[in-house]
């Protein structure tokens, strides 16, 4: 939000007409925008992924498990952390 907080302010984007699109793990972070704002008018979202735990599985596993810090079934698993960035 901060990088279109800045595209505003510098008169290249018009906050009255954003649009948020992408695919696969930008289709994920499109669900999670339009979860979590209205700012954007519309939206478009391909494959995106609902929800990470079900989504744990090779071959991003590697990726996973730094973007969330472990994995869903290890001995205290950081679960928060997937259920907050599950659209």
């Known amino acids: 939000m901060a990088g279109t907080d800045y595209i505003i302010s510098i008169g290249i ?5 954003l649009v948020a699109m992408g ?3 930008g289709g994920g972070m499109t669900d999670k925008l339009v ?3 209205n700012r954007f008018k519309a939206a478009s979202s391909g ?3 609902s929800d990470w ?3 744990f599985a090779p071959p991003t596993t590697v990726a996973r498990v730094n973007w969330f810090g472990g994995t869903p ?3 205290k ?3 928060d952390s997937y259920w907050d960035n599950s659209p």
């Open 13 to 17: 984007a018009d906050p009255d007409r």
């Open 77 to 79: 698993a950081p679960m």
């Open 73 to 75: 079934w290890q001995d």
């Open 35 to 37: 979860t979590y704002t």
């Open 53 to 55: 735990i079900s989504m």
């Open 47 to 49: 494959a995106g992924v």
């Open 23 to 25: 695919w696969s793990a």
